[in-house]
């Protein structure tokens, strides 16, 4: 794969990424902490959680963001049936790093069915 081709995950965190941005500026003064919702594949929650939730607390440690999974009654309605909604909150800046580390690690472990298309 070229370097210099965006996966459709980081596309996506980069999305996010400036409308957080965005709406921060706009809102400085009451933008203090904000809150980002993303699917994840299930077959690739294991890469950001890590054994024993290793990988997430050093997100968490690392970007004094809180990085929860949220559960089905919280899953929106278009979501495919094996996604799992990972929650990301703090302050912007934090939330931003937070979403860079979890593209980068969903981006280096591909789900299978992404690596089987790939191939």
Known sequence: MNDDRVCPETDAMFKVHDKVVAEADS??????????RLLVP??????????????????????????RTLKDNHVPAYALSNDELVQ????????????????????????????????
């Open 27 to 36: 809102n400085r003064e009451e933008a203090l902490q904000v809150t980002v």
């Open 88 to 119: 990301i909150s703090g302050e912007p800046s934090n939330v931003r790093t937070a979403l860079f580390q979890i593209a980068a690690r969903l981006h280096d472990n591909p789900s299978r069915s992404q690596h089987l298309l790939s191939s």
């Open 42 to 67: 299930s077959g690739q929650i294991g890469c950001i959680i890590g054994k024993g939730g290793q990988i997430v607390q050093t997100i968490r440690s690392d970007t004094a963001s809180q990085i």
